[in-house]
Structure formats: C-alpha cells, structure tokens
C-alpha cells in the first residue's frame, strides 16, 4: 500500500476516468486512488470496476446512491483515507483539469517540504488556466480575491480543488461540521486549516478545462461560496467557531 491516496469524485466521468487512473499509476511515485462514484448514469463505476481487477491493491471503488454532492463525497473518502494508514490524502478532479504529473509536486512539498497542505494553485504566478472562457476566468480570479479578502487568508486559489493534506490536517478537523457540500467546499477546509495553524503552500499550476464530458458548476454553487464565505468568516469572529 502507497503511503498517498488520491480522491477523485465521479458522476458521469466514463470518458476520461479509465484515462485518468491509467495516467496516475503511470507515475514514477506510487499513488493509490480512491473513486466516489455518485451512481452515474453513464456507469463510471463499472469502468472502475473492471480496472480494479488488474489494480487489486491500489484502485477502490465507493459507492453512493445518488448526486450528494462534492463535499460530501471528498468527506467520505477522508473519513476513508483516515481508517487505513494514508500520511498524504489528495483532492483531484476526473476531468484532466488537473495534471496527474502534478501528484508528485503536490506530495513533495508535503513530505519533503513539511508543509501540511499543498495547494495547486491557478492563481499563484498570474492566471495558468487554459480553455476557459473569459467570463468564467474573471468570476474564479474575482471569487477567490474576494475570499481572500474576508477571511484573511494569505492564499491566492482559495477555490482549489486540487489539494494534498498531510493526515494530521484531516484528523484535526471535525469532518462531520463541514458546512458546505458544493465548491465552498473548497474554501471551508482551506479557513479552517488556516485557522488551525498547519503550514499551507501553493504549488502553480496549470488548469486546463474539460475537454471531455460535462461540467458541474451551476449559480447555486456560486451563490454558496459568495454567501456562505461571509457567514462563515462571521461566525469565526462572534461565535465559537468548530473546527
């Protein structure tokens, strides 16, 4: 068993999935992956499954009964990761957005580094994201310096969803009061490990859109991740804020 897991969420990712694990285990560092599949219609956990039988030891499969959401399905394979012996627990999307290549930057700055979660950041060095249109560009860069500026944080992609925790990150934090289930998913653990005062890096990165299948993001998930940031920041000022 690898020392690292890679998470990655699915809902009708049959497309690129077969492609993405081949690509993560093609790497010079062994990685296991975990794939949460929200019961796609298109049926990615039978491609998982199948793959599973030539990677016995390093691919596994959850299962859930329907569309939960992103954070749930990332809080089920943490709690996961956290009953097996994983120090290095990743965030990654099944799309190709983010570059399996990246695995070993992310795990390094973690194990060798010492921090205690590496982000892969977009905005880090300017804007490293490819295919997206303008639009969308300036709503994440506008989300994120926004987040930035209510929560104090010292982190330029407070949207990420590209992340490695070292184990002691996910033990510290109570899994079951996560608030958020869609993309302020992403800034909720980032607060709340900034909050707790583990060591945070941003690795650049490149983010190339989906070429392949469709994309999950809607204006609910905006909508929580606008309003939800400032609720949350309020709550850790007049409330005792759980962690």
Request: glycine share 6%; hydrophobic share 40%.
């Amino acid at each position: 068993m690898s020392d690292a897991l890679v998470i990655i969420p699915t809902y009708n990712e049959i497309e690129n999935i077969e492609r993405l694990i081949r690509n993560i285990f093609s790497l010079q560092r062994e990685f296991d992956v975990l794939v949460i599949d929200d019961n796609s219609p298109d049926h990615t956990a039978l491609v998982v499954k199948s793959l599973s039988e030539q990677f016995p030891e390093r691919l596994f499969l959850e299962q859930r009964k329907g569309k939960l959401g992103l954070g749930t399905a990332y809080i089920h394979g943490f709690k996961w990761a956290l009953e097996r012996d994983y120090e290095y627990i990743f965030e990654m999307d099944a799309d190709f957005s983010h570059n399996p290549n990246d695995l070993i930057r992310l795990y390094n700055a973690c194990s060798r580094q010492e921090y205690d979660m590496a982000i892969g950041s977009r905005y880090k060095t300017g804007v490293n994201v490819v295919n997206w249109p303008m639009s969308r560009v300036l709503l994440s860069w506008l989300a994120s310096k926004y987040v930035r500026l209510i929560t104090g944080m010292d982190i330029y992609d407070t949207t990420a969803g590209f992340v490695c925790y070292r184990r002691a990150v996910l033990e510290r934090i109570h899994l079951d009061k996560v608030q958020f289930v869609g993309y302020a998913f992403q800034i909720e653990m980032k607060f709340k490990t900034y909050l707790s005062k583990f060591k945070i890096v941003e690795v650049p990165v490149i983010f190339t859109d989906r070429t392949k299948g469709e994309s999950k993001m809607s204006g609910g998930i905006i909508s929580e991740a606008i309003f939800g940031v400032l609720t949350m920041k309020l709550r850790s000022l007049f409330t005792k804020y759980e962690i």
